[in-house]
């Protein structure tokens, strides 16, 4: 009686201290955030385009696993394009919603694409409240394809495209530099980079952009 009390005790106490069992995320992937202006500065070049530049960015979700909305979207991708009034993350200007695109895969189908417009909208909020157009375009998504994990190419039709690369000793240019906005929406692992493309040549919004050689990227990871 003795040793199956003990052997229950100690089966219990092993229970109690093995670490609970994280949650699988019912979906997760890669994301990539380009803006119109450096991410990657010094404060007083950050203060000097406050309000006159980073009024545009660029956002991108490439699916890896899971659903949304019931839909699985393994695989698939999704952009959002937006436009500001002001700078983006100043969180002391309080910028509202900005006008957005969004541009859905066009392997997708049409449950798939709604969804993945929709986990679009959750994920960026008010900053693409009001969408101007959603589009279909031919993705191809590469993320992290290099070492350390900044290299990254979009394309999506004749509507958008990106291209950046690993931060070299080059690009410090002040000496003084850090992260200073932090991402647009919640990511994991945000990783600055440098943008060597960041085209937009859609009509939706009034604006086109062809954006080269600014420290403007985001890389990083989602799951939730």
């Known amino acids: 009686m003795k040793t199956k009390l003990l052997l229950a005790l100690t089966a219990l106490a092993t229970t109690l201290t093995l670490p609970a069992k994280q949650p699988t995320p019912a979906i997760s992937g890669d994301y990539l955030e380009v803006r119109s202006c450096d991410i990657y500065t010094g404060a007083c070049v950050a203060n000097s385009e406050m309000g006159l530049s980073g009024k545009e960015g660029m956002l991108v979700w490439r699916v890896k696993h899971g659903a949304w909305k019931g839909a699985s979207l393994d695989g698939l991708s999704v952009a959002a394009v937006v436009r500001t009034d002001a700078t983006l993350g100043d969180v002391s200007l309080h910028p509202g919603g900005g006008r957005a695109v969004l541009i859905v895969d066009s ?3 049409r449950s798939q694409q709604e969804a993945l417009a ?3 909208r959750a994920q960026a909020g008010k900053l693409i409240k009001d969408v101007a157009a959603v589009k279909t375009a031919a993705m191809e998504v590469k ?3 290099c070492a350390s994990g900044a290299c990254a190419t979009v394309k999506a039709g004749d509507l958008l495209e990106i291209s950046t690369r690993c931060l070299g000793g080059n690009d410090h240019l002040c000496g003084n530099e850090e992260n200073f906005y932090p991402p647009l929406t919640k990511v994991n692992g945000a990783l600055s980079a440098y943008t060597e ?3 937009f ?3 939706d919004l009034n604006a086109t952009w062809e954006l080269t050689g600014r420290r403007s990227a985001y890389l990083g ?3 939730q």
């Open 107 to 109: 392997r997708a189908s």
């Open 118 to 120: 929709d986990f679009a």
């Open 143 to 145: 993320m992290g394809q």
């Open 197 to 199: 493309l960041a085209a």
């Open 201 to 203: 040549r859609g009509r």
């Open 221 to 223: 990871t989602f799951a």
